[in-house]
């Protein structure tokens, strides 16, 4: 495989590979200020991974990462075991409405679960770079929904990260899952950290996207995150979660540490709903 440009150290430069509603990009610096003492000596887990901002940031040696979007796991089994043929295949595709729209209908079909991991790999990163705002939704069939961005040039071939990320899983001890975040955290060792960047409760009755898997989150699923954390807490277990900043999570996890932070949220469907927003990390530990 190619060497990649490097980083500070020794970690090649890794960028998210998609567009995430919600991602931490521009909140890394205030999440790694926040870390743990010690915690690379042992297994680092994201159980809601999506963009994955965080873990190519941290590359940490040993992790366990997943999240129950089907088709974004899929997509990185496909970076880490065959790049280059997705690189290949990613070339293929055409910056048209038509194209798109043609691509987009293909989850509806029957034959879809028969296609190849490439194939739907690389049909996931060219509608996440070509579709409107890089909005994944899904409908409560599970079927993209978002439309077409009209974009003139997006950067659907990035060869140069594909290869870095794919290198960086390779090297590295890291089991991807697509399991519920709670199955993947009653398997972790007590002496592991976690993060958590669960789908963020709306900041009001308006404004809620909940479609990055079918079914979305609800107060409930919040409430039963919560529990998860307690558990994770009662175990010893460190964790930091990141969350909206409303009543009702700050009601839920008032026993914890709680940290306010600003945020730029471009990724909206709806104008009006971009711009600075509050946002809380959440931990069950004070020491940084």
């Known amino acids: 495989m190619p060497k990649v440009q490097q980083t500070k150290g020794t970690q090649p430069a890794i960028a998210p590979i998609v567009k995430w509603a919600g991602g931490k990009r521009q909140l890394l610096p205030a999440l790694q200020s926040l870390l743990p003492q010690g915690w690379q000596a042992s297994t680092y887990c994201e159980p809601f991974l999506g963009g994955g901002a965080l873990l190519w940031a941290l590359q940490p040696k040993q992790a366990v990462v997943g999240d ?26 055409h910056n048209t409405s038509e194209y798109f729209y043609q691509l987009r209908m293909q989850d509806r079909e029957p034959e879809f679960a028969s296609r190849t991991p490439l194939e739907r790999a690389s049909r996931f990163i060219y509608l996440n770079k070509t579709c409107y705002n890089g909005l ?83 107060a409930g699923d919040q409430e039963r995150l919560r529990d998860a954390c307690r558990d994770l807490n009662r175990r010893g277990v460190r964790f930091m979660q990141s969350n909206s900043d409303t009543p009702l999570i700050r009601e839920l996890y008032a026993e914890f540490e709680l940290t306010t932070v600003q945020a730029v949220r471009a990724v909206n469907s709806k104008g009006s709903g971009r711009g600075a927003v509050s946002e809380l990390i959440i931990r069950n530990y004070v020491e940084c």
Do not use: C
């Open 68 to 93: 129950l979007n089907a088709e974004l796991m899929n997509m990185y089994h496909v970076v880490r075991d065959t790049p280059h043929e997705l690189v290949e295949h990613l070339a293929q595709h």
């Open 136 to 218: 994944f939704r899904v409908n409560n069939a599970g079927e993209f929904n978002s439309p077409y961005g009209r974009y003139k040039h997006p950067n659907i071939v990035n060869r140069e990260n594909i290869l870095a990320v794919s290198e960086y899983l390779n090297q590295a001890k890291v089991m991807l899952v697509h399991e519920d975040y709670q199955t993947v955290l009653e398997h972790l060792p007590d002496t592991a950290f976690v993060y958590l960047d669960p789908p963020y409760h709306p900041i009001s009755d308006t404004s809620s996207f909940t479609g990055y898997v079918q079914g979305g989150w609800k």
